[in-house]
């Protein structure tokens, strides 16, 4: 069995920086071999180095799921909370410590599915919160499950003979309800996920990254498709962006463009609006 | 001297949270709460606080717990339907130690039933209505003034035992207007939460204290915690280690239970020579109470009891008075359910009649009055509920 890291954690830290930012004595943790989750927990605390903010300043929240486990090995205020509501309490926070970075770890089910209505609202509001959307295609934790953002005709233990159900395109979707910065990365592109994560937490904004990270286990045992298989998938199908822009029309259908999507500067943040309006009531009553 | 304003039960709520230091409201429209609401989002903005009207119920109360741990006295309000849908999160903040109030302005139901008229049916819920074990303190005031006590002593009671604590009004408290007397709430005393007295570093969220509270540190100031709705230990990370799950679960229902002598608070009223008693709560005990009037002038001997605190109920009052009286009257708006407790209490000593009613009225004093004369010339032989 895996046992925690046995060297002293200023070492690992002077060696690794982002370690920092790491809760190593609740490790080894319970992902499956092969998930892509650790690698978009890494981003995270890599962009959080480079951007400098201190695990003081950093509350991460989570709903339900294999995603939503990543706070409990995230060394800052993290909560772990209800299926689906992880927005809904990281609304929360950020209004009543506005000065928190608030990043929100959530999958294809606990926010698109049961947690959509808070997703498009959070989006609407605008409110800076960067939300890291672990895309794996499928409810991981409850047993492989077909999820909104299944392909069509993958097998899920809910679709016997293939989903019949189209699915979301989750961009498109944010960009839709009005978020400010939406990206997409892999799993396997890792140095540019961490590129992603860094320019969603500058932003002011509402931020959604969606990272395409594959469940090994549950989709890939149900799809056959091994580890490898899962890495290949991402490596071939998914195009930085200016060279999809560039691809026919015929061709961008099988491929995704990864990079930032959408960048708009033009509406205000949420809690500064908030707290102006607060601001100026109060100085009203003077 | 009295400082008499006359003033709207929700609004009163409203004020008397803003008094006792609450500083963040997430709340959704639903009737007949939503003034709560609506005077939170003129009061708050004025003393730096954060008022958000969130997408749905379930939100409001996720939201209202992330800006508990962020360090606010957090509150929200709501009505049946919606109280129904804020369960599985107050499930989380029983769970998760969130020191939070929640208002449900009780309405007619089940379902969206009467959402303009009274009820009192959701006595049961406001207690079982999550899943699992908890024991959730449950307030309900029956006048304008009481409100505000019972407002402000919901948040002291929350902050102080780190849970949920229900204020359970009914349509007919929240919507009434009466004076109020503001020199009462001039300077109450106001209880807060426990902060850690030890450094970051050997800070534990979940260790209790001598009175089965932990400390709590608030988001941004330093102390790094995990919170979870799962099972866990000292730390707060999740586990299912048998014994630290049962320890957990048993110090939860605990640290509620034994302040229970403290937080049991009933008023009396002509009980002490009464041969029967009439047990009722909130606007049902106010028509109680001009029955025990009525029934005094006709030389019948009868008195109130009406308990405050609901829950944890006052088990030990309540057999006391089963001990004491011929029999027991209990008139509430639902088809039985603080009865199954005053039952449950008494333990069998005395026979317990009941008087149900869910169609969004009132039950009139002359019709309590009524009820007691029947008990009282012995007409009724069998109590209601076990006939």
């Keep these: 069995m895996l046992q925690p890291i046995d060297i002293p954690l200023e070492k690992a830290i002077e060696k690794k920086p982002y370690f920092k930012y790491l809760?190593?004595?609740?490790?080894?943790?319970?992902?499956?071999?092969?998930?892509?989750?650790?690698?978009?927990?890494?981003?995270?605390?890599?962009?959080?180095?480079?951007?400098?903010?201190?695990?003081?300043?950093?509350?991460?929240?989570?709903?339900?799921?294999?995603?939503?486990?990543?706070?409990?090995?995230?060394?800052?205020?993290?909560l772990h909370t209800t299926h689906g509501r992880a927005l809904a309490f990281a609304t929360g926070v950020k209004l009543a410590r506005p000065e928190l970075t608030v990043i929100v770890t959530t999958g294809d089910g606990d926010c698109t599915a049961i947690g959509g209505n808070h997703f498009i609202h959070a989006c609407r509001r605008n409110?800076?919160?960067?939300?890291?959307?672990?895309?794996?295609?499928?409810?991981?934790?409850?047993?492989?499950?077909?999820?909104?953002?299944?392909?069509?005709?993958?097998?899920?233990?809910?679709?016997?003979?293939?989903?019949?159900?189209?699915?979301?395109?989750?961009?498109?979707?944010?960009?839709?309800?009005?978020?400010?910065?939406?990206?997409?990365?892999?799993?396997?592109?890792?140095?540019?996920?961490?590129?992603?994560v860094e320019a969603g937490i500058k932003h002011k904004g509402f931020s959604l990254i969606e990272v395409l990270t594959p469940c090994t286990i549950q989709y890939g045992r149900k799809n056959k498709m091994g580890i490898v298989d899962m890495y290949m998938w991402l490596k071939e199908n998914t195009i930085p962006l200016k060279a999809w822009e560039k691809l026919p029309e015929e061709k961008r259908k099988?491929?995704?463009?990864?990079?930032?999507?959408?960048?708009?500067?033009?509406?205000?943040?949420?809690?500064?609006?908030?707290?102006?309006?607060v601001e100026k009531v109060m100085g009203g009553n003077k | 001297?009295?400082?008499?304003?006359?003033?709207?039960?929700?609004?009163?709520?409203a004020e008397a949270a803003i008094i006792a230091g609450c500083r963040f409201y997430a709340g959704y429209p639903i009737t007949p709460s939503s003034e709560v609401a609506e005077k939170m989002a003129e009061l708050l903005p004025k003393v730096g606080g954060v008022f958000i009207q969130m997408e749905d119920e379930i939100a409001s109360m996720g939201c209202a717990i992330g800006g508990a741990f962020a360090g606010r006295k957090s509150m929200t309000a709501?009505?049946?339907?919606?109280?129904?849908?804020?369960?599985?999160?107050?499930?989380?903040?029983?769970?998760?130690?969130?020191?939070?109030?929640?208002?449900?302005?009780?309405?007619?139901?089940?379902?969206?039933?009467l959402p303009t008229q009274v009820g009192q049916q959701d006595v049961m819920q406001t207690q079982w209505g999550t899943h699992?074990?908890?024991?959730?303190?449950?307030?309900?005031?029956?006048?304008?003034?009481?409100?505000?006590e019972e407002t402000i002593r919901a948040f002291n009671w929350a902050e102080v035992l780190r849970t949920p604590v229900v204020l359970l009004m009914d349509e007919v408290i929240g919507h009434m207007k009466e004076s109020v007397d503001m020199t009462k709430f001039k300077d109450p005393e106001i209880w807060n939460r426990k902060k850690p007295k030890v450094p970051p570093e050997e800070y534990l969220a979940y260790k209790p204290e001598e009175d089965d509270v932990p400390a709590l540190a608030d988001f941004g100031d330093g102390y790094r915690y995990h919170v979870t709705g799962l099972m866990h230990?000292?730390?707060?990370?999740?586990?299912?280690?048998?014994?630290?799950?049962?320890?957990?679960?048993?110090r939860l229902i605990r640290k509620v239970k034994r302040r229970a002598k403290e937080l049991e608070k009933n008023e009396e009223f002509m009980l002490e020579d009464a041969e029967f008693a009439i047990v009722a709560f909130g606007s049902t005990a106010r028509s109680a109470k001009l029955a025990v009037k009525l029934a005094r002038e006709k030389g019948i001997k009868v008195g109130l009891f009406r308990p405050i605190t609901l829950w944890p109920s006052p088990e030990e009052t309540l057999y006391r008075l089963a001990g004491k009286v011929k029999a027991i009257l209990v008139p509430e708006l639902n088809m039985g359910q603080?009865?199954?407790?005053?039952?449950?209490?008494?333990?069998?000593?005395?026979?317990?009649?009941?008087?149900?009613?869910?169609?969004?009225?009132?039950?009139?004093?002359?019709?309590?009055?009524?009820?007691?004369?029947?008990?009282?010339?012995?007409?009724?032989?069998?109590?209601?509920s076990k006939a």
């Excluded at chain 1, 951007?51 to 929240?61: A, K, R, Y």
């Excluded at chain 1, 491929?255 to 102006?276: C, F, M, Q, V």
């Excluded at chain 2, 769970?95 to 379902?111: D, H, K, L, Y």
């Design chain 1, 23 to 78: 809760r190593i004595d609740k490790m080894p943790h319970i992902w499956c071999p092969g998930c892509g989750n650790g690698q978009v927990l890494k981003a995270i605390c890599i962009a959080l180095d480079k951007l400098g903010i201190d695990n003081n300043n950093v509350s991460m929240v989570s709903g339900i799921g294999c995603s939503s486990r990543t706070p409990g090995y995230f060394d800052g205020y993290t």
């Design chain 1, 127 to 196: 409110i800076d919160i960067t939300v890291l959307l672990f895309n794996n295609w499928i409810y991981g934790m409850t047993g492989g499950q077909v999820s909104p953002t299944t392909p069509k005709g993958s097998y899920a233990t809910t679709t016997p003979y293939g989903n019949y159900e189209p699915n979301f395109s989750i961009a498109d979707l944010a960009i839709g309800a009005g978020a400010t910065f939406v990206a997409r990365g892999t799993a396997y592109h890792v140095t540019e996920l961490v590129n992603l």
């Design chain 1, 254 to 277: 099988s491929k995704l463009p990864r990079g930032i999507l959408h960048h708009a500067d033009n509406r205000e943040e949420y809690t500064h609006r908030y707290y102006s309006v």
């Design chain 2, 1 to 13: 001297m009295a400082k008499l304003e006359l003033k709207y039960g929700n609004h009163a709520c």
């Design chain 2, 78 to 113: 709501t009505s049946g339907p919606g109280f129904s849908l804020k369960q599985e999160n107050i499930g989380y903040a029983v769970m998760s130690e969130a020191p939070v109030v929640i208002v449900n302005v009780q309405r007619g139901g089940p379902s969206t039933g």
């Design chain 2, 132 to 148: 699992g074990d908890k024991l959730i303190p449950a307030f309900c005031p029956a006048s304008v003034e009481e409100v505000m």
């Design chain 2, 233 to 250: 230990d000292y730390t707060g990370f999740p586990t299912t280690n048998p014994a630290m799950c049962q320890e957990l679960v048993e």
């Design chain 2, 338 to 384: 603080y009865v199954l407790e005053v039952e449950r209490c008494a333990k069998g000593q005395c026979p317990i009649f009941r008087m149900n009613r869910a169609n969004g009225q009132m039950i009139y004093p002359f019709e309590i009055l009524e009820k007691i004369e029947e008990i009282a010339s012995g007409k009724i032989v069998i109590p209601v």
